[in-house]
């Protein structure tokens, strides 16, 4: 075993592993870590990885020989290809100090490994002082119902073929919120279903894929989903409607919870928040 679980414990301020992302924090054990290593040079998914619902090879992976495991700090480096390639420092320790020391390393591996980007994500703590980044948060479907929402919120293919029609220009319109990416998915009936709003017969928002899969523990969990409404629809609630109609999907389908991820600030933080969802910590990136 690599890692130790007494040095590792109480570093992890937020449930953040390396490649996986935020995972539940009863998932968040030692054994994970040591899962992640095991398969860090063999391009597979672990069978609980969220990504592997979208094929292919596992893009990410762990710099096993560079990790830094100490009693005060543990420091993981990954490599992706994608794109000119980046490295990312994954930075556990409570002092800030870290930061630093995981910067040099970054900016030392991205050379090495000659990529163009370097990064250092440090999780933080709920109570940390001062919020920024991504927000993790918890919709937990066993602690009361998820209402259906008042409004109308049908899966692309449940509209008639015109509306259906509407979908491509809305998914190109919000590329930059993977909605091109996510329509390309539904083009070879590669992804589950996604829920969309209607403005005069106009598809304006979405919400999906909705997909179930189960954790590291076995528990089904709702997996993320790609969110978006057009800016000139925005301020008519559809957000919201999308939201909690998704909600109702996954809870009506067995899952235990989702973890959401939103930036500090953003409307969709603002809409999780308002709608009492706990908050895990947050996941803050730096260039290196």
Not at 169 to 192: I, K, S, Y
Not at 264 to 287: A, I, K, M, R
Request: glycine share 10%.
């Amino acid at each position: 075993m690599f890692f130790r679980w007494d040095w590792l414990r109480p570093q992890l301020t937020a449930p953040i592993v390396p490649t996986l992302g935020p995972i539940h924090p009863d998932a968040l054990t030692v054994g994970v870590f040591e899962d992640v290593l095991r398969v860090a040079d063999t391009g597979g998914f672990l069978p609980y990885d969220k990504d592997r619902r979208w094929g292919g090879e596992k893009d990410e992976r762990i710099l096993s020989e560079d990790v830094v495991h100490q009693a005060e700090r543990t420091l993981v480096p990954t490599l992706t290809r994608r794109g000119h390639g980046t490295v990312k420092v994954f930075a556990y320790e409570m002092r800030d100090s870290v930061v630093e020391e995981a910067t040099e390393l970054a900016a030392k591996l991205a050379s090495v490994h000659d990529v163009t980007r370097a990064r250092v994500v440090r999780p933080l703590g709920p109570e940390t002082a001062h919020p920024r980044g991504t927000r993790i948060q918890l919709k937990d479907f066993t602690t009361g119902p998820c209402p259906a929402p008042d409004g109308s919120v049908r899966p692309v293919a449940a509209w008639p073929t015109a509306v259906q029609e509407t979908f491509a220009p809305f998914a190109e319109a919000m590329a930059a919120d993977g909605l091109a990416f996510l329509h390309a998915r539904m083009q070879v009936g590669r992804c589950g279903p996604v829920l969309t709003a209607t403005v005069n017969d106009r598809i304006v928002g979405a919400i999906g894929p909705m997909e179930i899969a189960p954790d590291a523990i076995g528990r089904p969990q709702l997996l993320p989903q790609y969110f978006a409404v057009l800016p000139d629809a925005r301020g008519q609630g559809l957000g919201r409607l999308l939201w909690k109609a998704a909600m109702h999907w996954g809870q009506r389908h067995a899952a235990a919870y989702q973890l959401l991820q939103t930036e500090v600030g953003g409307p969709s933080d603002q809409l999780c928040l308002s709608e009492g969802l706990n908050s895990l910590g947050f996941s803050h990136t730096t260039h290196a």
